[in-house]
């Protein structure tokens, strides 16, 4: 079957670093994603890996190795307001829509 | 209005109710979606419309049935449903083309089966 394996949760202090590990097993790969939820709220976009290597927005940064399946998110300088859910998605073929969710993993960011 | 919007944002029904959500999304995307999130599962995607035809329809039950009468516009009819049909319903909208189709979701509508 198809899976996204996360973290189901990770607590962290304000201003520390924390890194949200995802891996994958699906028939088809065509980009890693990240999206945030918090309480009560939609998703929202963060970024997209579609080739190796480090992307950075910010204070945000996410990585991909397509050879070991597998990609994180890097929050750096966490503020309270990073507190939320974060999900790993992965379009499993390109021209496709289908999108599969990881379970995502909860942050709790603490003063 | 911007974005995605959804109604109702919350809904409780009895299991012989017939009621409806509905989205609109204002983005001018030409691809729209139905997604089923319950507690502590991954994201299910239900349905995708693009430019107004069904490309995906992922084995859901009958008992909640898809309308896109635009681009603009998602319905998700729903009729005797069960109670573990209870969770967050979020509609999200994208545009298809070149390179990654972000997806835009809506704030979701909180279903309670009872």
């Known amino acids: 079957g198809q899976s996204l394996e996360q973290p189901s949760e990770v607590t962290a202090v304000e201003g520390a670093i924390v890194q949200i590990n995802c891996t994958y097993q699906t028939s088809g790969f065509y980009g890693l994603s990240w999206y945030q939820q918090h309480d009560g709220g939609a998703p929202t976009f963060l970024s997209y890996?579609?080739?190796?290597g480090l992307e950075e927005t910010g204070r945000f940064s996410s990585f991909l190795s397509r050879s070991d399946s597998y990609g994180y998110l890097l929050l750096q300088e966490l503020q309270m307001k990073d507190s939320a859910s974060y999900f790993c998605a992965v379009r499993d073929r390109g021209g496709g829509f289908k999108t599969i969710f990881g379970a995502g993993t909860r942050l709790f960011v603490k003063a | 209005e911007t974005g995605v919007t959804q109604t109702p944002r919350h809904l409780v029904m009895g299991m012989t109710n017939k009621k409806s959500l509905k989205c609109e999304q204002h983005l001018g995307h030409n691809a729209m979606y139905w997604y089923k999130q319950s507690a502590k599962k991954p994201l299910e995607l239900m349905f995708v419309y693009s430019l107004e035809e069904r490309v995906e329809n992922n084995s859901v039950p009958s008992r909640f049935s898809p309308e896109c009468p635009n681009s603009s516009h998602l319905f998700l009819h729903l009729h005797t449903l069960q109670p573990e049909d209870s969770a967050l319903y979020l509609c999200?909208?994208?545009?298809?083309?070149?390179?990654?189709?972000?997806?835009?979701f809506g704030p979701g509508t909180r279903l309670t089966v009872l």
């Open positions: 999200a909208s994208s545009q298809r083309g070149g390179g990654y189709n972000e997806q835009f």
């Open positions: 890996n579609a080739l190796d």
